[in-house]
Each structure stands twice: as C-alpha cells, then as structure tokens.
C-alpha cells in the first residue's frame, strides 16, 4: 500500500504538471488568482488500518523483541475517528499560510494472553487475563508558503511541529494499572505540497512530510503521503475524499524528564478520508 501511494502521487504529479505545460501559453496567469480565500476548515471522518508495535528494555541488556500491539494484546486494526483542520492563508496574495490539524486513536483491549509479554521489566505469563489502553494523538501545527501560484497551479514547500502524545497501560485483571509509557513527542518536520485546478471546482491536492531528526539519545523519524480530491461545491461549502499513509517511528535509549521509557514505539497507518470544508 505505501508503493502504491507513493506511486499515485508521482503519476498525479507529473501527469498535471504535462497538462498545465500544455496549456501555459493560453492561460493568463498574471491576471487571475488560484484561491482567495482567507480561512479554511474542514471536518471529517477517517478509515484506517492501523500497525503498531512497541519494544521496551535495558540500555545494557539489549532491548528484547518487538511487539505486535493488536496480534498480543487484541487492540482493533482497524479505526473509525473524527478529524479535524484549520487554515488560515494571508498576505496580499495568499501565499503564507498557518495551518493546524488534530484527530486522535484511542484504542483498548481485553485479552487473556496467548503468549508471555514482557514490559519493563515485568513479565506477564501466557494465560493471564489483562486489559491495555494505547492511545495516540497527531497534533500538527505549520507555516506554508506557495513559492509559484497562479490560476490552475499552486506549489508549495512547509515546516511544522508534529506533536504527538502517546499513552501505553495494561493492568492484569482487578490488579492496579502498570503505566508502560506515557509521553509527547514533539518532532519538526519538512512539507511539500502540490495542487492543482483540473477543473473550475475541482482540486486535486498531495501533500508529503518527511523527518528523521536525533536530539541527544531521543531520534524520531516520520513519513506521512496524502492525497485529496477537493470540490467547492457552493460558495462556502465544499467536499472532498482522499487517501492517507503515514508511518512515525520514536526510539529512547535513556529515560529522562520527557521520555520515561528505553525502546521503540512504531505506529504506521493507511486510511481513506471523507470530509466537508468551509471556506471563506
């Protein structure tokens, strides 16, 4: 699936760009403007298959094996959440933009375990019964600006702050909740982002985030492919469908004030939007 994503976003690409090559030297570019509008928001609902997998131990030791989140502890594949974005584009020409989005999984399970887990130390044995919370949210905050933007193209480049905080419990049955990693991970990426009017309603936008930063013994990687079909249906209402994949990756070799836990936490998933928009 992310081959074929990533796959879809370099034909849209470059199939659009040949179309406007195409039509360049007939449209008026310096007189028309892409978009005038100044707020954005949109809200929808997300499909999504999730992967999660988390490995935890002792700098010295080695850090044991990973986990698969839903094969050990029954948490659901597969997510049904609300999401959520705001955009704000100013300046005489609507060239800069903040941007900020916000949807969260909060999974939990009940599961007697059909294989022996370890987690910090604690070794939980196959056959008991134990209940887990995994939650995980993406706040993302960014600054956009369209380096070219005319009647039909508008490309642009980004920076922002993914903020992600992420929750791990279990607890054996009537037995107190063992906290296995509970923090927020701030990690900055880089955006590039290309839409395109294919007709006078229709939008077809992609988007692509990448990062892989190291700050002392903290390292967090992430890749997130988007791809959106926009209609401005009305004159402030619109709708649109898209598809999602993205992939975070956070490791920890020593525990400090942010970080409480040594290992990996690994959650990728891909997903299918549908949504409204309200713009003005």
Same mark, same amino acid.
């Given at each position: 699936?992310?081959?074929?994503?990533?796959?879809? @976003?370099?034909?849209? !690409?470059?199939?659009? *760009? %040949?179309? /406007?090559?195409?039509?360049? $030297?007939?449209?008026?570019? =310096?007189?028309?403007?892409?978009?005038?509008?100044?707020?954005?928001?949109?809200?929808?609902?997300?499909?999504?298959?999730?992967?999660?997998?988390?490995?935890?131990?002792?700098?010295?030791?080695?850090?044991?094996?990973?986990?698969?989140?839903?094969?050990?502890?029954?948490?659901?594949?597969?997510?049904?959440?609300?999401?959520?974005?705001?955009?704000?584009?100013?300046?005489?020409?609507?060239?800069?933009?903040?941007?900020?989005?916000?949807?969260?999984?909060?999974?939990?399970?009940?599961?007697?375990?059909?294989?022996?887990?370890?987690?910090?130390?604690?070794?939980?044995?196959?056959?008991?019964?134990?209940?887990?919370? @995994?939650?995980?949210? !993406?706040?993302?905050? *960014? %600054?956009? /600006?369209?380096?070219?933007? $005319?009647?039909?193209?508008? =490309?642009?480049?980004?920076?922002?702050?993914?903020?992600?905080?992420?929750?791990?419990?279990?607890?054996?049955?009537?037995?107190?909740?063992?906290?296995?990693?509970?923090?927020?991970?701030?990690?900055?990426?880089?955006?590039?982002?290309?839409?395109?009017?294919?007709?006078?309603?229709?939008?077809?936008?992609?988007?692509?985030?990448?990062?892989?930063?190291?700050?002392?013994?903290?390292?967090?990687?992430?890749?997130?492919?988007?791809?959106?079909?926009?209609?401005?249906?009305?004159?402030?209402?619109?709708?649109?469908?898209?598809?999602?994949?993205?992939?975070?990756?956070?490791?920890?070799?020593?525990?400090?004030?942010? @970080?409480?836990?040594?290992?990996?936490?690994?959650?990728?998933?891909?997903?299918?939007?549908?949504?409204?928009?309200?713009?003005?």
């Amino acid at each position: 699936m992310k081959k074929t994503l990533l796959l879809l @976003f370099i034909i849209a !690409i470059s199939h659009n *760009a %040949y179309i /406007y090559a195409q039509k360049t $030297d007939s449209l008026e570019i =310096l007189t028309k403007k892409y978009d005038v509008n100044s707020f954005v928001f949109t809200t929808g609902a997300f499909v999504s298959g999730v992967v999660s997998k988390v490995r935890f131990g002792n700098k010295q030791l080695g850090l044991g094996i990973d986990v698969n989140m839903e094969d050990a502890l029954g948490l659901s594949t597969t997510n049904f959440v609300f999401r959520g974005s705001a955009m704000y584009f100013f300046g005489k020409k609507r060239k800069h933009a903040f941007k900020a989005s916000y949807f969260a999984f909060l999974r939990s399970s009940h599961k007697v375990l059909e294989t022996e887990l370890e987690f910090n130390d604690y070794v939980y044995p196959i056959g008991t019964e134990i209940n887990s919370i @995994f939650n995980f949210s !993406i706040i993302k905050f *960014a %600054y956009d /600006y369209s380096f070219f933007k $005319d009647d039909r193209v508008d =490309l642009g480049v980004g920076i922002g702050f993914y903020i992600m905080p992420i929750m791990f419990k279990v607890s054996v049955v009537n037995q107190a909740t063992n906290t296995i990693a509970d923090f927020i991970a701030p990690l900055p990426y880089a955006s590039l982002r290309t839409d395109f009017k294919i007709l006078p309603k229709l939008y077809l936008k992609q988007g692509l985030d990448v990062l892989y930063a190291r700050f002392d013994t903290y390292s967090g990687a992430i890749l997130d492919i988007n791809i959106r079909l926009e209609h401005n249906t009305w004159k402030h209402f619109g709708f649109g469908t898209g598809l999602d994949f993205f992939k975070i990756i956070v490791r920890s070799e020593t525990t400090n004030g942010n @970080f409480d836990f040594i290992g990996n936490v690994e959650m990728g998933y891909t997903g299918f939007l549908i949504f409204a928009k309200y713009y003005f």
